[in-house]
């Protein structure tokens, strides 16, 4: 390759470097644009598309670094074998031809007993469609593996939205510009959705009221004009509350809810029951804070609500997204382009996961299913009728799970078990890949060719590679090829190359000439989707009343569903504990770049003055954070970004890079949410002290 590949005239002339349109592999809800200089076959710069409306020339601190991450000298470059205990990080050099040939022979031995023994284990490393879940499915479906339940982010409130809007659909998030009043529930957007951040702003400059709702007061609460500091898992006891106001007050739309809506003689009934009084003592606020927040919305038009998905980490988080989602029908918020909600408009994308995934592979099998979040325990578990057969391989890429899964103690004793096999896919030696017995040197997005959707706006993006791959590192589905080429697989579906994968993602919905020629496309939607009905349900109404829910034995109606664990101050562990991500990190992504683990300093746990001072704790002090799961060391924060009872541990740092070898999981649980199969990070109680 060689000039300006897919550029805008507004980056101004190149001269001896070149510049490549790609995109942001990473999990956010803006999937920016980036354009990236080259210069002699290496990445010095990676900035924002200027002409990508959404990306606007702007990225956050974490991905203005990628060059960083790219040529980082602690990047795997070559195949890696275990050479010492498991956990030891100790490997050794191996050429690709003998690490490939050792892996096919292990799980075809594995396979040959029960195919499902083995186990994919990814997510969202990458949200690309070709380099996340293309020839990786394909290889695993043809095998016969076990399948992937992958549930660690967001499918609680994903399914609690599909049970009332009828899938992950909302308004269009341009349009959060033009609101005169903005719900900003569950989102610290500063530091996880900037774009929309500075749409907010904009909102706010011409007059828009904005209002933050979240158990710590974050960098974006601090900037809304108002911030109600609810406990955690309390979220749906609100949204009934305000239902209840909108009601006694009549700020209701009622031709819009007759028209338009499915159920709302019950939810009318069941948010009477709700009152302020009765909220505010279930949330931890005031019962003013309640009435005015509702008179806002039953009486500011156009009103929008920005959803995120940290609220939902709880037991009761898929009624909680489902509470909040009916809200804007109630008042028909819909009917503007700039009222409504957006929690996702990943289901928008009309992409063609058949042809990308080749689930016909799987020639009428039904593989068992895990769950990725209880990952823990399914480790440890013996063969049983129940369960199936023990898992005796696991196959990781776009993930690490002994960093970010749940009640991490367990996930330890399950990767460290010798009789699993375990092959990581990688570009560094995480906490994951220390657990390994092969680690395989994958290409980062500036590497490699993939094609992404957004759950934040309506733009398709193509990822063109900008440099070549460094070392011997290959793309995720180049190491699939390979593996199916080593286990005899002959399927012409194993051959096709990724390009080609790009073109299959959208077939002919997307205009692939177009994306080769400014890197992204527009998808075709009306301004106001919702303005006349027309949700994607059964019934095509906005459905108060899932009648699906109803068939599985579950409440058709929203409801508060209190945390499995409520804080009690009296309690063994009366601390309730949210694990909200640190700013400049994504997950556990990033946390190896010293420039920004530098800006983020140590491990810390944000505790308010009262809390601290009951227990002798002074900021910057070592302290012991502690459950029946297990404990962890941090340094404290006296903060009022916590709230009183509530702690915040800022996460996900890799285990090896904390105080003790332990991260903030080692406190959180493997239960479930009630809907959607999710875990429950911010349902969680301990105790702290200084250490």
């Known amino acids: 390759m060689s000039g300006t590949i897919g550029i805008s005239p507004r980056l101004g002339p190149v001269t001896a470097s070149r510049q490549v349109i790609g995109a942001c592999p990473h999990d956010c809800p803006d999937t920016c644009s980036l354009v990236t200089t080259v210069e002699d076959g290496v990445a010095v710069k990676v900035q924002g598309n200027p002409d990508h409306r959404h990306t606007d020339g702007v990225l956050c601190t974490k991905v203005s670094r990628y060059t960083e991450r790219t040529h980082h000298p602690e990047r795997l470059l070559h195949p890696m074998r275990r050479s010492g205990p498991k956990g030891s990080g100790q490997f050794e050099r191996v050429s690709w031809g003998e690490a490939l040939q050792d892996i096919a022979q292990r799980l075809e031995a594995i396979a040959a007993r029960d195919p499902q023994a083995i186990l994919p284990y990814s997510y969202a490393g990458t949200m690309g469609l070709v380099q996340g879940e293309g020839m990786a499915a394909r290889f695993f479906n043809k095998l016969g593996a076990s399948l992937l339940d992958r549930t660690i982010c967001a499918s609680a409130g994903g399914e609690g939205l599909t049970q009332t809007l009828g899938g992950k659909v909302g308004m269009k998030v341009e349009f959060f510009a033009q609101s005169k009043l903005i719900l900003i529930w569950g989102s610290n957007s500063i530091a996880s959705n900037l774009h929309f951040w500075r749409l907010a702003q904009e909102a706010k400059r011409a007059g828009a009221k904005l209002v933050c709702i979240d158990p710590r007061r974050s960098e974006t609460a601090e900037k809304c004009h108002e911030h109600l500091q609810l406990r955690p898992g309390t979220d749906a006891a609100l949204a009934l509350a305000l239902m209840h106001e909108l009601i006694v007050n009549d700020w209701l739309d009622?031709?819009?809810?007759?028209?338009?809506?499915?159920?709302?003689?019950?939810?009318?009934?069941?948010?009477?029951?709700?009152?302020?009084?009765?909220a505010a003592a279930v949330c931890g606020i005031a019962p003013e804070q309640i009435r005015s927040l509702a008179r806002d919305w039953g009486t500011t038009q156009p009103a929008a609500i920005r959803l995120n998905y940290g609220m939902q980490r709880v037991?009761?988080?898929?009624?909680?997204?489902?509470?909040?989602?009916?809200?804007?029908?109630?008042?028909?918020?819909?009917?503007?382009?700039?009222?409504?909600?957006?929690?996702?408009?990943?289901?928008?994308?009309?992409?063609?996961?058949?042809?990308?995934?080749?689930?016909?592979?799987?020639?009428?099998?039904?593989?068992?299913?895990?769950?990725?979040?209880?990952?823990?325990?399914?480790?440890?578990?013996?063969?049983?009728?129940?369960?199936?057969?023990?898992?005796?391989?696991?196959?990781?890429?776009?993930?690490?799970?002994?960093?970010?899964?749940?009640?991490?103690?367990?996930?330890?004793?399950?990767?460290?078990?010798?009789?699993?096999?375990?092959?990581?896919?990688?570009?560094?030696?995480?906490?994951?890949?220390?657990?390994?017995?092969?680690?395989l040197p994958a290409t980062t997005q500036l590497e490699h060719w993939d094609v992404h959707a957004s759950y934040g706006h309506t733009d398709v993006l193509l990822n063109r590679p900008a440099i070549a791959p460094l070392g011997e590192a290959l793309p995720n589905t180049q190491i699939f090829r390979e593996l199916a080429q080593h286990m005899g697989y002959t399927e012409a579906c194993f051959a096709e190359d990724d390009e080609s994968l790009c073109r299959s993602a959208y077939g002919d919905k997307v205009d692939f000439d177009l994306l080769l020629a400014q890197g992204y496309a527009t998808l075709a939607m009306p301004?106001?989707?919702?303005?006349?009905?027309?949700?994607?349900?059964?019934?095509?109404?906005?459905?108060?009343?899932?009648?699906?829910?109803?068939?599985?034995?579950?409440?058709?109606?929203?409801?508060?569903?209190?945390?499995?664990?409520?804080?009690?101050?009296?309690?063994?562990?009366?601390?309730?504990?949210?694990?909200?991500?640190?700013?400049?990190?994504?997950?556990?992504?990033?946390?190896?770049?010293?420039?920004?683990?530098?800006?983020?300093?140590?491990?810390?746990?944000?505790?308010?003055?009262?809390?601290?001072?009951?227990?002798?704790i002074a900021s910057g002090s070592v302290v012991r954070v502690f459950n029946d799961r297990g404990e962890y060391r941090c340094k404290a924060k006296v903060s009022d970004r916590a709230r009183p009872g509530v702690v915040n541990g800022l996460g996900i740092w890799?285990?090896?890079?904390?105080?003790?070898?332990?991260?903030?999981?080692?406190?959180?649980?493997?239960?479930?949410?009630?809907?959607?199969?999710g875990p429950v990070f911010y349902d969680c109680l301990v105790e702290v002290e200084s250490a």
């Open 254 to 278: 009622h031709d819009y809810i007759a028209r338009h809506t499915l159920g709302w003689d019950g939810l009318r009934e069941r948010a009477l029951r709700w009152s302020p009084e009765r």
């Open 654 to 677: 890799w285990r090896k890079l904390g105080l003790d070898g332990t991260n903030v999981n080692q406190l959180t649980s493997q239960k479930l949410t009630d809907m959607g199969r």
């Open 315 to 439: 037991r009761g988080g898929g009624n909680a997204v489902r509470a909040i989602a009916c809200l804007p029908a109630l008042t028909g918020a819909w009917r503007d382009r700039a009222g409504g909600v957006l929690l996702s408009s990943s289901g928008m994308f009309p992409v063609d996961k058949a042809a990308l995934q080749r689930p016909d592979l799987l020639a009428g099998r039904s593989p068992r299913t895990i769950n990725m979040s209880t990952i823990g325990d399914d480790l440890l578990r013996p063969a049983s009728a129940q369960f199936g057969p023990k898992i005796e391989a696991l196959v990781v890429y776009n993930s690490n799970p002994v960093a970010v899964a749940p009640e991490s103690s367990k996930v330890v004793a399950g990767f460290a078990r010798e009789d699993l096999f375990t092959v990581v896919l990688e570009h560094f030696q995480t906490d994951t890949a220390d657990y390994a017995d092969y680690i």
């Open 527 to 616: 301004d106001a989707p919702f303005a006349e009905g027309g949700f994607p349900t059964p019934s095509g109404k906005c459905e108060f009343f899932s009648e699906r829910l109803a068939r599985q034995g579950q409440d058709g109606l929203p409801d508060h569903l209190p945390n499995y664990e409520v804080a009690d101050a009296t309690g063994r562990f009366p601390l309730a504990m949210i694990s909200p991500p640190a700013r400049n990190f994504l997950n556990s992504s990033f946390v190896n770049l010293r420039s920004l683990r530098d800006i983020e300093g140590e491990p810390l746990l944000e505790i308010h003055a009262s809390d601290a001072a009951a227990r002798g």
